[in-house]
């Protein structure tokens, strides 16, 4: 009864949708990590992004993997479906972050978003703690995944909403390989910004695995989240 909806790909690929392009790999023969190119300033090239649809990675970005319209669409169309009452995006970087705070409102208009914030209950409809009309009562759970990315701009419209965000600890305790490709694709500056679980002030959080990816042993996220992977600013 739930559907699984991938929004971007992986910062390691950099497939990850961002807002700001990936550094410049280095050239085979550079000795020193390439320095990133010449970005406007995060606003301002978020601004210049206005309502982009599907798009591949022709400017260093990453991609998309839909269309506003067609996740809209997605949207609207697991909303109306009896049979889906669970909704999990995985969204990586920050483009698509904010895509999916850009769109979600447009596919459930009306809903009040203040609502969700403060609820205890297992499941909770989006903005609301009863269900859209025409559920005959069923709850709506959306899930949003890694979250590993997001953009300033869009942090409050992501704490406005009765979302649970679903972290990976483990993936904050990475081997220094990964440490360093992530690094190398974002820059040390934005690389510190990633796993913004506290500014988001999400209602709901919860921590997975993402096994086989990472280890399923839950003690181990639990020491990564705790202290072991954890910067001072984000450990619990």
């Known amino acids: 009864d739930g559907l699984k909806v ?7 690929e950099r497939t990850a949708a961002v807002i ?8 085979p023969d550079a000795s020193a990590t390439a320095s990133s190119a010449a970005q406007p300033p995060l606003s301002a090239a978020s ?3 206005g309502d982009l649809g599907s798009v591949g990675d022709e400017a260093g970005m990453g991609q998309l993997i839909w269309t506003d319209a067609e996740l809209e669409g997605l949207i609207k169309a697991s909303m109306d479906s009896a049979a889906i009452r669970e909704l999990h995006f995985h969204a990586i970087g920050d483009r698509a972050a904010a895509q999916l705070a850009r769109v979600f409102p447009r596919a459930a208009p009306g809903l009040d978003s203040e609502a969700a914030k403060g609820s205890n209950h297992d499941v909770t409809v ?3 703690e009863t269900s ?8 709506f759970d959306v899930q949003v995944a890694h979250v590993q990315l997001v953009s300033p701009d869009d942090v409050p419209k992501f704490s406005r909403w009765g979302w649970r965000g679903i972290f990976s600890p483990l993936w904050f305790d990475e081997p220094p390989p990964t440490q360093r490709l992530l690094e190398d694709a974002l820059g040390p ?8 679980w506290r500014g988001l002030d999400l209602p709901r959080l919860a921590f997975g695995s993402d096994h086989p990816v990472s ?5 181990l996220g639990v ?10 600013a984000l450990a619990l």
């Open 132 to 139: 859209p009309e025409g559920r005959d009562g069923a709850c």
């Open 189 to 196: 500056e934005r690389a510190a910004t990633q796993y913004p």
């Open 20 to 27: 700001q392009p990936y550094n410049r790999p280095a050239a």
């Open 215 to 219: 280890s399923a042993d839950p003690l």
């Open 47 to 49: 601004a210049a992004l």
């Open 6 to 12: 991938y929004l971007d790909g992986v910062v390691e």
């Open 126 to 128: 989006v903005g609301k």
């Open 223 to 232: 020491r990564a989240a705790v202290a072991a992977g954890m910067p001072p």
